[in-house]
């Protein structure tokens, strides 16, 4: 059992069952806070039980703020869901996430060659497949590329699969829109896979209605992948300069912005540059040192280390 010197770190990102558990140790806690989708995303789609749990997570977070000694967001949009500070350490520190692995190599760059040789528009999406993400936007891109631009599209899309239902309804939009040879789902990647997508790919697209962090936005930015869609929640700060997103979910326009950068190299180019140097303040190190900082005062040893 935890005692009064530990220090517990408590990530939070759904109704925890254990937490009334976790916050009734008397050891130091610092709260991680991911954001909890709200629940009218699921509910909307017929996933009751979901939906109920996610609004009984976002409603206890004031409780564990409240108890937590250290509550860390890792985006500001996270952190303004605090209720009104009282005395307790509040910060910002993103995720830690493997930019070494998503560095394209060799062979990814010429999969990217091959790739815009065949005059596809290539796009990737990366992330669970849940109603907020707005999968079925990102979707209907691919078909403006292909119904009302012209060109042929070449839709990637890994994740997971949450609903069977809510995956069908993805399927049939497919199907609508006549892109059966045009899209493919990819169900649990490896790494290497996603790395090697992101690096061939001309576009990340992106039209999401709510995210905490969005982790994919950093991987396409160190593989070099632009990124397209739309502005939304944490996604405008994650970005920061970086990224080509508009503030509404147009589709059409955000079609139009991946060919755009398939058929204009300079633009392209520009796009990845500043990604890449957005990237670097989500470096490990920085990061790690963030971190240092709130654990020194709960761990001692770590100043001389």
């Not at 990530?11 to 254990?18: I, K, L, R, V």
Request: hydrophobic share 45%; glycine share 6%.
């Amino acid at each position: 059992m935890p005692a009064k010197q530990d220090v517990i770190i408590f990530h939070y990102s759904f109704a925890d069952h254990n937490a009334d558990l976790i916050l009734g140790y008397r050891a130091k806690v610092i709260l991680v806070y991911h954001n909890i989708t709200p629940g009218h995303f699921f509910r909307a789609h017929g996933q009751t039980g979901l939906a109920d749990a996610c609004d009984a997570g976002r409603a206890a977070l004031p409780v564990i703020v409240q108890r937590a000694d250290v509550c860390i967001g890792d985006s500001d949009y996270n952190r303004a869901e605090f209720p009104i500070a009282t005395g307790r350490t509040e910060c910002t520190i993103p995720v830690f996430y493997n930019d070494h692995l998503f560095r394209p190599v060799a062979a990814d760059h010429e999969r990217f060659l091959r790739s815009s040789a065949n005059g596809a528009v290539n796009l990737t999406f990366i992330g669970r497949l849940v109603p907020n993400k707005r999968i079925d936007n990102v979707i209907r891109v691919a078909g403006a590329i292909k119904n009302t631009i012209g060109m042929t599209p070449r839709l990637r899309i890994f994740g997971k699969i949450w609903d069977r239902e809510y995956f069908r309804y993805l399927e049939s939009i497919v199907l609508d829109l006549g892109l059966e040879t045009n899209v493919v789902f990819e169900v649990n990647q490896p790494g290497s896979e996603l790395r090697s997508a992101l690096a061939s790919s001309d576009a990340f697209v992106t039209m999401s209605e709510h995210e905490g962090f969005m982790v994919p936005l950093l991987e396409s930015f160190s593989a070099g992948c632009p990124v397209v869609g739309m502005k939304s929640t944490a996604i405008t700060e994650t970005c920061g300069p970086a990224g080509a997103l508009l503030p509404t979910a147009d589709i059409n326009a955000v079609a139009g912005m991946a060919v755009a950068l398939k058929r204009d190299r300079d633009s392209r180019m520009a796009v990845i540059r500043a990604q890449s140097q957005r990237a670097q303040a989500f470096a490990e190190g920085r990061t790690w040192n963030k971190w240092r900082m709130i654990l020194e005062d709960f761990v001692p040893q770590l100043r001389n280390a």
